[in-house]
């Protein structure tokens, strides 16, 4: 809020909240878009003044995580607390995504309680930012918190297009977490496979495990077919890379089902997929086995799901920690964001680390991300209890990183942009504005770690000012 008591934010669309025409609710549909509910700055203002604020803008941050993000990258001066947020008098213009639907869960054997949510939404989420900045003419820092280990690992995905195409325009600014994938051993990374060769790769899952996915993505022009082996030392039969091949797998022993898809030619790559979606998989150790089709050798890499759709327990035996970025952050042209442990300054283990699958730099750099102090939603009712300090707490991870960083960018596109120094700055712009000023403490860069440096605001003032 500012000083007054009025809010900072300039809307909200809560893709949550369906919108009901002529019921009397506050709100409306969001331009050129039919589902959820946009609520302005004059709506939440009333919202603020009344007894019952829930009642005029019922949108809710049940998480915590965006609440969090927003707070340190732009929340208000609290002397009392030792709280500031990096850029405090910044607008705000809020998205919150609706849960994924039920069919997607199932699809990918994600718990239904487990916070997920569709590419799509996030996708209508960042055009929906864009149009407002068109609208007023300012400049925009959007911020992801969120990413898929499934995927390839080069691009970032539909998604990663979608952010790059609009991080190309003047004065809109991506930044995304690159995840908390580093130590979870989830990634599995075959160098060479030789020509018409074979290989096994081990997969332990937990006995908690109930469903979930996997992905085995091959380099082009290598094509790549698989066999399963189960705990029970039952064998599924090679099943061959055709295009539309489809199989369902069904082991009598352990009760388990397996469906492969196999997609020889992907979107953004070329390269080769295979989806493989264990349903009731037995406990123990699985194994793939996977056979080159091609006279040459083939390079191929497997990833299990984010840490937060998958048991501690289910995992590779034999793991490789790179190219564990998640995507949309694996798109070179949006910032992408790792952190360390600014009290410090050591590697945290379980960031996600570059480089991407084509051996492009990724991520751009590292900003602190353990013990990060910032605002947590209260529950209650703010509006009669204003003198109620708001509650602070401290998170670690990918997510509080990106809120840093997209903080500082602020900050740079407000003196590029606002105050005429650049008036051209885009993603890029800003993304190489922090790769020069980045801090490099003697360290090898660009490493997989940490990029090309640790981020570092008054370092990029410093790399463009004329020197003596």
């Known amino acids: 809020m500012n000083a007054d008591g009025t809010t900072r934010i300039y809307s909200i669309w809560d893709q949550s909240i369906p919108y009901v025409p002529n019921s009397g609710q506050e709100g409306g549909l969001p331009e050129e878009l039919s589902y959820g509910t946009e609520y302005g700055r004059e709506a939440i203002n009333r919202a603020l003044q009344s007894a019952n604020p829930y009642d005029i803008v019922p949108s809710r941050d049940t998480e915590g995580h965006g609440t969090f993000m927003a707070g340190v990258a732009c929340g208000n001066e609290d002397a009392a607390q030792e709280f500031s947020g990096i850029a405090p008098l910044a607008e705000l213009v809020v998205v919150k995504c609706k849960a994924a639907k039920r069919n997607i869960r199932d699809y990918y054997g ?104 996997t992905e085995l993505w091959c380099k082009a022009p290598g094509l790549c077919s698989v066999a399963l082996i189960s705990p029970g030392g039952e064998f599924s039969g090679r099943i061959y890379a055709r295009v539309g091949e489809r199989q369902m797998i069904r082991f009598l022993l352990e009760k388990t089902v397996v469906y492969i898809d196999y997609l020889l030619v992907s979107f953004e790559s070329g390269d080769e997929c295979i989806r493989l979606r264990f349903f009731g998989p037995e406990e123990g150790i699985w194994r793939f086995r996977v056979y080159n089709e091609t006279d040459i050798p083939a390079q191929f890499d497997m990833w299990l799901p984010i840490r937060e759709f998958i048991n501690n327990g289910t995992y590779f035996l034999r793991p490789d920690p790179n190219t564990t970025l998640c995507d949309p952050s694996n798109n070179l042209q949006i910032i992408t964001v790792s952190y360390y442990d600014g009290a410090n300054r050591s590697v945290a283990a379980q960031a996600s680390r570059g480089f991407n699958v084509r051996g492009e730099i990724a991520p751009d750099i590292a900003a602190p991300g353990i013990n990060i102090y910032g605002p947590a939603p209260e529950p209650g009712n703010v509006a009669a209890e204003p003198d109620r300090p708001v509650r602070y707490v401290s998170r670690s991870g990918s997510s509080a990183a990106a809120a840093v960083t997209a903080g500082a ?41 940490w990029g090309y440096g640790t981020l570092d605001l008054y370092g990029a003032f410093e790399a463009i000012r004329p020197k003596p």
């Not at 609208?135 to 280990?149: A, D, H, L, N, Q």
């Not at 991080?167 to 160098?191: I, K, M």
């Open 110 to 213: 994600i718990d239904p309680d487990v916070p997920c949510f569709m590419e799509n939404d996030i996708m209508l989420g960042i055009r929906y930012l864009a149009r407002i900045a068109y609208r007023r003419r300012k400049p925009m820092v959007v911020c992801i918190g969120m990413g898929t280990s499934l995927g390839s690992h080069y691009r970032g995905g539909a998604l990663g297009h979608i952010a790059q195409s609009y991080g190309d325009l003047r004065g809109f600014v991506v930044v995304a977490a690159g995840g908390n994938e580093g130590n979870e051993s989830h990634h599995y990374h075959q160098e060479q496979l030789a020509a018409r060769g074979e290989t096994e790769v081990e997969l332990r899952v937990d006995p908690a495990e109930t469903d979930f996915t």
């Open 409 to 449: 960018a602020i900050l740079l596109v407000e003196w590029g942009i606002v105050k005429g120094n650049d008036i051209n700055m885009d993603t890029v712009g800003v993304q190489k504005y922090l790769i020069r000023g980045a801090n490099r403490d003697g360290r090898r860069f660009p490493n997989e770690e």
